[in-house]
């Protein structure tokens, strides 16, 4: 293996950032992070395997991350394959029982396998589980106020955090978003909304959702307008006035519903840029938008 010469100050750069990190590696030992990966932030696997990376270094110094994930354009592929339409309402996959069998079969074999597999090659141990493990996620189909049938969509009822506390000082827990009914029957859940529960039932000490953007910003088409920090009630805010609009309403209405599930803090970060979580986690200054009650 071919080794890199670098020159002292390289050597003595690369020793202050971690003095710098040494005090963020004391604050999150033995503190659970949920981090929300999926969407169109997992269609580079070259940026999908830094992410993975990051999440195995969480667990060597001492963290306990979960990853929850979705996996959308696996779906949509999925289906295309089987001639299933692809159909959305406010936001949701509308999920006929075709179309759950589908979902299942590449949230929880594929997509969750791939993501357990390249954890186990990083040095630590990742166990796969989905909704139906244990009852892990209990749902019942979801019904809203505008009446809209969305077909086998659920809704969060329960979350089993005992099989996720009994698995997480050894292992990474990779949890895919399906959830079940009390009669067994399988349903799909929103992957943020899940996150938000998951986080909420394990006393998380932070929740990242990994994203394609950098955060909220004042203004779309700025990125140097990125909001550092607000609270739930300046979200609410914020959509009244429609500078939060379009696709990220849903995305900041997941991150006040985990405030809401106990958590104390949630971060909507890029994940795109290489090492998000590190940079979040273990610098000063962070990055992406961070929501706080």
């Given at each position: 293996?071919?080794?890199?010469?670098?020159?002292?100050?390289?050597?003595?750069?690369?020793?202050?950032?971690?003095?710098?990190?040494?005090?963020?590696?004391?604050?999150?030992?033995?503190?659970?992070?949920?981090?929300?990966?999926?969407?169109?932030?997992?269609?580079?696997?070259?940026?999908?395997?830094?992410?993975l990376q990051d999440v195995a270094a969480?667990?060597?110094?001492?963290?306990?991350?979960?990853?929850?994930?979705?996996?959308?354009?696996?779906?949509?592929?999925?289906?295309?394959?089987?001639?299933?339409?692809?159909?959305?309402?406010?936001?949701?996959?509308?999920?006929?029982?075709?179309?759950?069998?589908?979902?299942?079969?590449?949230?929880?074999?594929?997509?969750?396998?791939?993501?357990?597999?390249?954890?186990?090659?990083?040095?630590?141990?990742?166990?796969?589980?989905?909704?139906?493990?244990?009852?892990?996620?209990?749902?019942?189909?979801?019904?809203?106020?505008?009446?809209?049938?969305?077909?086998?969509?659920?809704?969060?009822?329960?979350?089993?955090?005992?099989?996720?506390?009994?698995?997480?000082?050894?292992?990474?827990?990779?949890?895919?978003?399906?959830?079940?009914?009390?009669?067994?029957?399988?349903?799909?859940?929103?992957?943020?909304?899940?996150?938000?529960?998951?986080?909420?039932?394990?006393?998380?000490?932070?929740?990242?959702?990994?994203?394609?953007?950098?955060?909220?910003?004042?203004?779309?088409?700025?990125?140097?307008?990125?909001?550092?920090?607000?609270?739930?009630?300046?979200?609410?805010?914020?959509?009244?006035?429609?500078?939060?609009?379009?696709?990220?309403?849903?995305?900041?209405?997941?991150?006040?519903?985990?405030?809401?599930?106990?958590?104390?803090?949630?971060?909507?970060?890029?994940?795109?840029?290489?090492?998000?979580?590190?940079?979040?986690?273990?610098?000063?200054?962070?990055?992406?938008?961070?929501?706080?009650?």
């Amino acid at each position: 293996m071919k080794t890199k010469n670098y020159s002292k100050e390289n050597l003595i750069e690369r020793a202050e950032i971690l003095i710098e990190a040494l005090p963020f590696f004391s604050h999150y030992t033995n503190k659970t992070v949920v981090i929300k990966y999926g969407g169109n932030a997992m269609n580079d696997p070259k940026i999908l395997h830094t992410i993975l990376q990051d999440v195995a270094a969480l667990k060597i110094v001492g963290v306990n991350p979960v990853l929850v994930h979705g996996g959308g354009p696996e779906i949509n592929a999925s289906l295309e394959i089987y001639n299933i339409k692809s159909e959305f309402k406010n936001g949701l996959r509308v999920t006929s029982n075709a179309a759950m069998e589908v979902v299942q079969s590449t949230l929880c074999g594929k997509v969750n396998k791939n993501i357990v597999a390249t954890l186990n090659t990083l040095g630590v141990k990742a166990v796969g589980l989905c909704g139906k493990d244990a009852n892990l996620i209990e749902c019942e189909k979801l019904v809203d106020k505008t009446g809209t049938d969305y077909g086998q969509v659920g809704n969060i009822t329960k979350i089993n955090s005992s099989l996720i506390n009994s698995l997480i000082k050894d292992y990474i827990p990779v949890i895919a978003t399906v959830g079940v009914d009390k009669k067994g029957n399988a349903y799909n859940i929103n992957a943020d909304l899940a996150a938000g529960a998951i986080g909420g039932a394990l006393n998380a000490e932070k929740l990242v959702f990994l994203t394609d953007i950098d955060g909220i910003l004042k203004d779309e088409k700025d990125p140097s307008s990125l909001i550092k920090q607000v609270t739930v009630k300046e979200i609410d805010a914020l959509i009244k006035k429609g500078t939060i609009k379009g696709g990220m309403i849903p995305k900041v209405n997941a991150c006040t519903f985990a405030i809401r599930s106990g958590i104390a803090q949630v971060l909507i970060a890029n994940g795109t840029t290489p090492h998000a979580i590190l940079l979040e986690l273990f610098t000063k200054d962070g990055m992406g938008t961070l929501v706080k009650a």
